[in-house]
């Protein structure tokens, strides 16, 4: 893992409750958003619960990204590890209920082994959008527009982190 802000790429860890259609979807636009990109290394989804564990994404978030230009997008969902607290620099929760489930999860790690084993920033990914505390709402159990209006946000998102993160990372070819 890089330290954030360092001369090194940045890893990125999205995570919702199941996996199959917040976090893959941020995963998505992140990737497509950052493909060239060389400040940025790793970039992942998960879940907090394993419900869809080895499922792949919703159907509607495949259509959405596809809509936008995202056909390559392959993922299996896979709940979050112990190890994902050390191994990524950044762990983006798409609501209150999974950033509260987060830092829950580093305390412990950090109580049990110390901070060297989990320093990654747990943070709320809606805080790179301009509106501090904003959430992702789940659009699994509703109509396709809630996966459009996902998309939107995981973009305003993304646009937000790279503005606020990445500039202050130097790339390679900056180095």
């Known amino acids: ?10 890893s990125v860890l999205f995570v919702c409750l199941g996996n199959i259609c917040r976090s893959p979807m941020a995963e998505g636009v992140f990737r497509r958003m950052t493909q060239a990109d060389e400040r940025v290394s ?6 907090t619960g394993a419900y869809h564990e080895g499922c792949p994404p919703d ?5 959405v ?3 936008h230009g995202e056909t390559e997008y392959d993922h299996l969902a896979r ?21 509260h489930h987060l830092r829950r999860s580093q305390r412990r790690i950090v109580k049990t082994s110390g901070a060297d084993a989990a320093p990654a920033k747990v943070m709320l990914f809606g805080d790179f959008g301009g509106r501090q505390g904003e959430e992702v709402i789940d659009p ?12 939107a946000q995981m973009t305003r998102f993304t ?7 990445l500039s202050g990372v130097n790339s390679t070819r900056e180095a």
């Open 140 to 151: 699994y159990y509703g109509a396709r527009d809630g996966f459009t209006i996902a998309y």
């Open 79 to 99: 709940k979050v590890r112990s190890s994902d607290f050390k191994d990524f620099d950044y762990i983006l929760a798409m609501d209150g209920e999974n950033l």
């Open 59 to 63: 159907p509607r978030t495949m259509t």
């Open 159 to 165: 646009n937000g982190f790279i503005e606020q993160v």
């Open 42 to 47: 790793v970039i992942d989804s998960a879940g």
């Open 1 to 10: 893992m890089s330290a954030p802000g360092a001369h090194k790429p940045v």
């Open 65 to 67: 990204l596809a809509d």
